[in-house]
């Protein structure tokens, strides 16, 4: 019988160390260290965008890609960075610096600038899904499995499937380890009233009468 049907075997109370000793066998060859860099620059959405910085914005994306071309990865988030101050509302922009960010195995700053894109537009499905996979990346497997799902919803593909198929048994994992720690919970409570009751069940002894 596996542990989680152990668990919701009435016979064998469930001890807490089950519970804090119990490793749960997840599949995380694909979870990377978080980044803890400073938040990168996002610029301010109530800016006006003029003309001027539009045209500005387009030279700087040209350096983006001359530097994507040379695989100077560095190099075209900060010229990304430069165009998102000059134009703050393009969802396109944090869109594309956020899949740079995955190439460079930045999760946390990923998640920025997908989170702001989404702001920008919520429409933005390819946001839902890189958020989704980049999730997976930190190891929030339940997290990333609600993301992709939203996303396969929306606009499936071949690669949303390909990530699903690893986090959703992991998600499903992290369920079971939960509904087996309530039911400890529960049995504990229960195993206390148990013994309060039995305690006040018991005839009280008389103290002895001092002289």
Do not use: W
């Not at 000059?86 to 990923?110: D, E, G, M, Q």
């Amino acid at each position: 019988m596996s542990d989680f049907g152990e668990c919701c075997d009435s016979k064998k109370p469930i001890e807490d160390d089950d519970i804090i000793e119990s490793d749960i066998d997840l599949d995380n060859t694909d979870v990377v260290e978080p980044d803890n860099d400073p938040p990168q620059k996002m610029g301010d959405p109530a800016v006006e965008v003029t003309e001027e910085k539009r045209d500005a914005t387009q030279a700087e994306k040209a350096k983006v890609m001359d530097a994507i071309s040379k695989g100077n990865l560095d190099e075209a988030i900060d010229h990304l960075t430069e165009a998102i101050m000059l134009n703050p509302i393009s969802t396109i922009l944090n869109a594309t610096r956020a899949s740079i960010f995955v190439k460079l195995k930045k999760p946390h700053a990923t998640i920025r600038d997908v989170d702001a894109a989404l702001v920008i537009n919520p429409d933005f499905v390819e946001g839902y899904k890189v958020r989704g996979m980049t999730r997976a990346m930190l190891g929030q497997q339940e997290q990333a499995a609600n993301e992709l799902q939203m996303a396969s919803k929306l606009d499936y593909d071949d690669e949303i499937g390909l990530v699903l198929k690893k986090v959703e048994p992991n998600a499903h994992k992290i369920e079971e380890y939960h509904i087996k720690y309530e039911l400890l919970q529960k049995e504990r409570e229960l195993r206390k009233t148990k013994r309060e009751r039995k305690h006040e069940a018991e005839p009280k002894k008389e103290k002895p009468y001092l002289f």
